[in-house]
């Protein structure tokens, strides 16, 4: 299956530092192909193999650093 694309509206994102932490966890994922936080949009695209990786379970890791996700 092709890589899916999912944007995340994070809550929390303050600086260089939270899209570095973002990126770095994120990036070492099974399943992540790129992750690309935009911290003026507060935004996170995460390029993901759905057959590896849940949705749901990036979620929950951007949760678990201490971020909120927005509808």
């Known amino acids: ?3 899916k694309n999912t944007v995340y ?3 929390g994102l ?3 530092h939270c899209r570095d932490r ?3 966890t994120l990036s070492h994922l099974p399943g992540v192909d ?4 935009n ?4 935004q996170v695209n ?3 193999n759905p057959e590896v990786i849940a949705s749901g379970y990036i ?3 951007l949760q678990t650093l201490g971020y909120s996700i927005q509808g």
């Open 34 to 37: 790129r992750v690309d936080v």
């Open 59 to 61: 979620e929950e890791t």
């Open 46 to 48: 995460v390029a993901y």
């Open 22 to 24: 973002i990126e770095h």
């Open 1 to 3: 299956m092709a890589t």
């Open 14 to 16: 303050k600086g260089e």
């Open 39 to 42: 911290i003026d949009s507060k």
């Open 9 to 11: 509206k994070v809550g």
